[in-house]
C-alpha cells in the first residue's frame, strides 16, 4: 500500500516544460517530480536536508531518458528562494514554465501549550516559501509568457485535525494565496492553483500511525490511501493545456474523503 503506484495512466505531454519541485527529496515532492518527468518535462528537484534523497531521484530520471537537476536551497531566507528560481531557470537557457510550492513542515502539537515561536515555525516556514518561489518564479514566467504555479495544500485547510493548529492554518492560508495570486498574475498568462491532498502513503506510516490509518481506510471511498503519484498526476494535469482555463481553484485529491458527512 505505502510503495509507489507503477500504473502507467497516459499523462499530458509537457516536453518543453521546465518544472521546478521544492521539497523533491520528500515522499510526495518525489512522486510530483517523477510524474512530470514522465510527461516529458525537464525537471529541478529542490532540497534542503535530503540531498542524498533528492539527488538519488535526479540519477532516477536521468536514467529512464529524462532530464533532472538537483539544487539545494533553504527556503525559510526569501535570498535564497531567489537564487533557487534564478538558478533553476538558468539551467534552461532562462526558462522556468512550472513550480509546484511543495516544501512544508508538519509538525504534531497540541493547541494548548503552543508557543508563539513554535506557532511562527510552521507558519513562516510553510507560507513564507510559497510567496517568495511563486514571486520569484513569476517575474521569470512573465519573461517567457507564462506559466503555472501549484501550491500544495491539504484537505486539513478547510477540515482541520487535532494537534495541528499552526499546520491548518498555514494550509488555508496557502489556498487563498494561490486564488490571490492567481487573480493578480493572471493578466500576465501565469495560473495560479492548489491542490489539497489527503493522506498520502508512505513507508512505516501503517506502523508509525496503524490507529489513523486504520480510521483512513474505513472511511474513504476509494477504499486506499493516496500514492505521492496520485498528487503528481493532480499537478500534472495543472501544469498541462487541459486546464487552460483552470485558476485560482483548489484541487482535492483525497478518494472521496472529503464527501464523508461528518455528523
Same mark, same amino acid.
Given at each position: 500500500? %505505502? ?7 497516459? @499523462? #499530458?505531454? @509537457?516536453?518543453?516544460?521546465? *518544472? ?5 527529496? /520528500? ?5 510530483? &517530480?517523477? =510524474? ?25 530520471? /536521468?536514467?529512464?531518458?529524462?532530464? *533532472? ?15 533557487? $528560481? ?11 514554465? &512550472?513550480?509546484? %510550492? ?7 502539537? #497540541?493547541?494548548?501549550? +503552543? ?44 477540515? #482541520? ?14 489556498? +487563498? ?13 501565469? =495560473? $495560479? ?16 500511525? #496503524? ?30 493545456? +487541459? ?21
Amino acid at each position: 500500500m %505505502n510503495q509507489p503506484s507503477t500504473h502507467t495512466t497516459h @499523462l #499530458p505531454d @509537457l516536453s518543453g516544460q521546465v *518544472a521546478l519541485v521544492t521539497g523533491a527529496g /520528500g515522499w510526495i515532492g518525489q512522486g510530483i &517530480a517523477r =510524474r512530470f518527468a514522465a510527461a516529458g518535462a525537464a525537471v529541478v528537484a529542490h532540497y534542503r536536508s535530503s540531498e542524498d534523497a533528492a539527488r538519488a531521484l535526479v540519477a532516477e530520471i /536521468g536514467d529512464a531518458g529524462g532530464a *533532472a537537476l538537483a539544487l539545494g536551497a533553504d527556503l525559510a531566507d526569501e535570498a535564497e528562494c531567489h537564487r533557487l $528560481v534564478r538558478e533553476a531557470a538558468a539551467w534552461r537557457g532562462g526558462r522556468l514554465t &512550472a513550480l509546484v %510550492n511543495n516544501a512544508g513542515v508538519q509538525p504534531v502539537q #497540541p493547541l494548548p501549550g +503552543m508557543t508563539l515561536a513554535d506557532w511562527s515555525a510552521v507558519v513562516d516556514t510553510n507560507l513564507r516559501a510559497t510567496f517568495a518561489c511563486t514571486q520569484a518564479a513569476a517575474e521569470v514566467m512573465r519573461a517567457v509568457g507564462g506559466g503555472t504555479i501549484t501550491h500544495i495544500a491539504s484537505i486539513e485547510a478547510s477540515q #482541520p485535525a487535532p494537534g495541528h493548529a499552526h499546520y491548518n492554518a498555514s494550509k488555508a492560508a496557502v489556498v +487563498m494565496h494561490a486564488r490571490s495570486a492567481a487573480l493578480e498574475y493572471g493578466p500576465y498568462g501565469i =495560473r $495560479v492553483n492548489s491542490v489539497s491532498p489527503g493522506l498520502i502513503g508512505r513507508p512505516g506510516l501503517a506502523d508509525a500511525w #496503524p490507529d489513523g490509518v486504520r480510521r483512513w481506510e474505513a472511511a474513504v471511498p476509494a477504499g486506499r490511501l493516496g500514492r505521492a503519484e496520485d498528487i503528481g498526476d493532480a499537478c500534472v494535469f495543472l501544469a498541462s493545456p +487541459m486546464a487552460s482555463f483552470v485558476t485560482g481553484h483548489d484541487l482535492v485529491v483525497d478518494g472521496g474523503v472529503s464527501a464523508r458527512p461528518t455528523w
